[in-house]
């Protein structure tokens, strides 16, 4: 069975994706197992010598000032998952679950927390078994870190808490004797080092992340197919004019796009119309794809840069046997990332719905309206650019950073908090809807092809439409038009599409 090795650094985001959604199993490195060793060992020294260590020896937030006995030191660490287990809202999903605890195991991996070998090996355990603790979504405020999250996480090492268990919910002690486990006691430092961290705002984000990249692909897919039946020109592909304003972005999307078209006889048949320029919605696809695929670009060195960082307080550094007190779970840097991600798959969608119209309007298109023969008796596409529009309209909602705002915490200790978390959701639901609106896109796109029957479509074209058509049939007359839009989501997701598009035309960029 496949593992992925965490270790000190170099997790990419495909690794976790498939820790998430693959169910690969995880271990330590070697050296990442003698770092936390060494680690734990200074711990122990210094409490040993009376020294006074913020989370170890002291309370937390606006009670740090408040020195804990060496006996109850033990007791404070089942405290603070406790009395931080404050989240509320329904439970995260199994595959952000599973993001989060392998996050949390790869900070841990760092060897700069103080905390036990056997306790980061355990959380291993918990993932590789199945153990999905139950973490509602919300109670976070970024800072310090997901500290409500990352509790409820953490309460099911203990014994405590709530897990899902092969498909069923059931109390974390439970969970834990199915696996032949028992409850663990944590040390000194142990609790503080479960809950420090940014993993729950970073999980969903890769995660985000990772699909936003599939799905600018697809973007420039369904806006191929769309400037074909709308007999668009490929002029506005030709890589001179995306040479002389060199952002990456733009130049990828404007190949994406020329090499989804090449060799098509529908662009060809009317390459002497008295059409001057196409629409900006087609014309411009390259500049806006291009755009929100440096965004996401951008999101992704940030959220792969904070999956291989260090984001506990304090920070042991073994090499030189010394603690520093810092703000590394502070999530302003991916709540910002994840802020501009929204953005710009909010952007993808808000394009693709315009086309959409472009597509259903017959004063637009010169296609039989919505698409559909018999007009009046049937409405064809025409609910789908309602669906369309509603998701683009929620997405401009969503748009508005979260982390323009800040609400004090802990007595006013932890004074600018990120938002980061919500960030991080409303990132997710955004990206959701645009996969919505591509979906319908693709839709109408192949719909409309199916009237081009004597002549054929560019090679990435014809690609994606027959894969289409191998799951949503032509619509002939009116049917559940809600299945044929999850089921091209689905196919979307699954990766086929895109998939046999490169097959045709090489890898996408």
């Known amino acids: 069975m496949r593992e992925i090795v965490l270790g000190v650094d170099g997790m990419a985001l ?222 506005e592909f030709d890589p001179r004019i995306h040479q002389v304003r060199p952002h990456p972005g733009q130049i990828a999307a404007a190949d994406n796009l020329r090499r989804i078209t090449s060799n098509s006889e529908i662009v060809s048949s009317h390459k002497d119309c008295n059409r001057v320029q196409d629409a900006y919605t087609l014309r411009c696809s390259p500049q806006v794809h291009g755009a929100s695929r440096d965004a996401i670009d951008y999101a992704a060195r940030v959220v792969v840069t904070e999956m291989n960082a260090s984001t506990d307080n304090p920070l042991i550094f073994p090499d030189t046997e010394e603690f520093l007190l810092g703000g590394n779970f502070h999530g302003q840097p991916v709540g910002l990332a994840l802020d501009f991600l929204c953005m710009a798959v909010a952007e993808l969608a808000g394009i693709s719905e315009r086309r959409i119209e472009r597509l259903v309007n017959p004063q637009l298109s010169g296609l039989p309206a919505f698409l559909v023969s018999e007009g009046g008796l049937n409405s064809g596409f025409m609910l789908a650019q309602y669906t369309a529009a509603a998701l683009v309209s929620e997405n401009k909602v969503l748009a508005h950073p979260a982390t323009v705002d800040s609400i004090p915490t802990s007595a006013n200790k932890e004074d600018h908090v990120s938002m980061s978390p919500i960030a991080a959701r409303k990132c997710r639901e955004a990206l959701t809807n645009a996969e919505f609106v591509i979906a319908v896109e693709l839709l109408c796109g192949a719909q409309a092809l199916d009237l081009f029957t004597n002549v054929k479509p560019g090679s990435g074209t014809l690609a994606a439409y027959e894969c289409i058509r191998r799951t949503v049939p032509h619509l002939e007359k009116d049917r559940v038009l809600s299945e044929d839009i999850h089921a091209m989501a689905r196919l979307m997701k699954s990766g086929a599409i895109l998939e046999e598009v490169e097959t045709a035309v090489g890898r996408l960029c």
């Open 14 to 235: 495909e690794d976790l994706e498939a820790i998430a959604r693959g169910g690969v199993r995880i271990r330590l490195s070697g050296e990442s197992e003698e770092r936390i060793v060494r680690s734990h060992g200074l711990v122990r020294r210094w409490i040993e010598e009376g020294r006074i260590i913020y989370g170890v020896t002291t309370g937390f937030g606006a009670l740090s000032n408040v020195t804990i006995p060496p006996a109850e030191t033990r007791i404070l660490q089942e405290n603070i998952l406790m009395s931080h287990a404050a989240g509320v809202g329904r439970p995260l999903d199994e595959e952000t679950v599973r993001a989060i605890m392998a996050l949390r195991v790869k900070a841990l991996a760092r060897g700069q927390s103080g905390i036990r070998l056997e306790t980061v090996r355990r959380l291993a355990d918990m993932l590789n078994r199945g153990i999905h603790p139950v973490i509602p979504e919300k109670g976070s405020v970024g800072a310090s870190g997901d500290l409500a999250p990352l509790a409820h996480l953490a309460l099911v090492l203990i014994g405590r808490g709530e897990a899902f268990h092969e498909g069923n919910r059931m109390p974390g002690a439970e969970a834990l004797r199915r696996c032949g486990m028992a409850p663990l006691r944590l040390e000194a430092g142990e609790g503080l080092a479960l809950v420090n961290g940014t993993q729950m705002t970073t999980a969903i984000g890769a995660l985000a992340v990772y699909d936003a990249a599939r799905l600018a692909k697809l973007a420039d897919i369904a806006a191929a197919v769309s400037l074909e039946v709308l007999l668009g020109s490929r002029t």
